[in-house]
């Protein structure tokens, strides 16, 4: 079976006929190289593929970012904009998509079902035309690191993940995808999940559920993340293709980048620019072993000493492993393992950008702190291109058979645990011994 094929489904509307199943690692493997090439789009380039994609939530444009690596190969998806209440995001994502800025509050748009017609009209949404939504609603509320506030009252960012439930009950895509922390599916957020789980199955959705890491999908990073894909028919969720000792490390990913002093720019790249950092911090950098290092007991702020969970603090990362997951907070050496292996500095932006599997040729707008959150708070693009890539084979193909349903992923049915932060780190404590 060729690629072409692909194309041609497409464009003659023979979705479900065929079973294309066998072209994913294929379609997987080319997309990835696409989106190593990626620049700015312009719409005229995909106005007239048939797929709309509308990214909600949409931060830079992570996710969408593996649907436009889809169009490098076969042209399937056409993008209607990337809606984020930051202004910034919202910036980032119609620079590098072609696409208005949509700087909204998607909770506006769910409450008020004449302005979400509004809305929908002057992007340029078609009802006839098939649609995938995205919806990664922001994951602090859900993450682990709030565990100390679990007896507090309830997150408002927990209640969008159902905002966006309401939205897609409204306009009745053919496909959702959502992204969160692991912790959404676990005993204290199930709640949440299963309320959108049940209004997605009351409009008609097959919804599965899984927790990944992206370094299966050949992400530099250990990033463990619970993806929720609904469609109006069975499907097969998606499949890691990398064993962890396959994994990309820090070095593959990095370890090219020309030295850079702290708070000093490459003169050929602005964005290889780290914190300036203060001589306090430099002098505990400097004290860290290279290469995976920990701060030696006494060196640095005492209270490090006298309080456990701070072992990775001023840690360096390991050149021949992937990085620890990448948060907005990766410029920043004492907010974990985020000084370089061996330069006395932490991350810079396009250190961290490359260890979300982000291409050069990706813009970030805003300001420098704008950028790292901004990197941070994405869906790595080669974690989203496996997503993507899953999801549009599954769309064309015909419902998958007894045999292929065994043979895949589960979806998750049962919360995993109380905090599924305890589980990785057993993975890892594993993996590690039989290093």
Known sequence: MD????????????????????????LLSKAQEQQKYFTPLAKEEYAGNPIQVMDFFSGAGGTSLGFAAINGVVS???????????????ESYAHNFGTPIINRDVKELADDKNELERFLAEIGYDKDKPTIMIGCAP??????????????????????VNVFAEIVGYMQPLAFVMENVPEFLSNRYWKYFSQAKERYRRDGYVVKENIYNAASFGVPQERFRSIVI?????????????MPDKYKTVRDTIGRLQPVLAG???????MHKSAAHKKSTLDVIKRVPHDGGNRPKGVGPACLDRIKGFSDTYGRLYWDRPSITITHYARNPASGRYTHPEQDRGLTAREAALLQSFPYGFK??????????QIGEAVPPLFATGIATDI??????SEPTDRQLEDSPRSIEEPVSNSYSSV?????????EEM
């Open 264 to 270: 000093v720019a490459d003169s050929e790249d602005v």
């Open 392 to 397: 549009l084979i599954e769309l064309l193909s």
């Open 139 to 160: 994951c602090q509320g859900f993450t682990s690191h709030r565990k100390r506030h679990w007896g507090e009252k309830d997150d408002v960012r927990n209640n969008l």
């Open 364 to 373: 970030f707008m805003g300001s420098t702190d704008n950028i790292y959150r």
């Open 230 to 242: 609904g469609m109006k028919k069975d499907f097969l969720l998606p499949e890691g293709f990398l």
């Open 3 to 26: 690629i072409e094929l692909l194309q041609k489904c497409l464009c003659d509307g023979s979705w479900g006929e065929k079973d294309y199943r066998e072209l994913k690692s294929i």
């Open 424 to 432: 990785i780190a057993g993975i890892k404590t594993r993996r590690k």
């Open 76 to 90: 399937a998806f056409k993008f209607l904009g990337g809606c984020d209440i930051n202004r910034a995001s919202a």
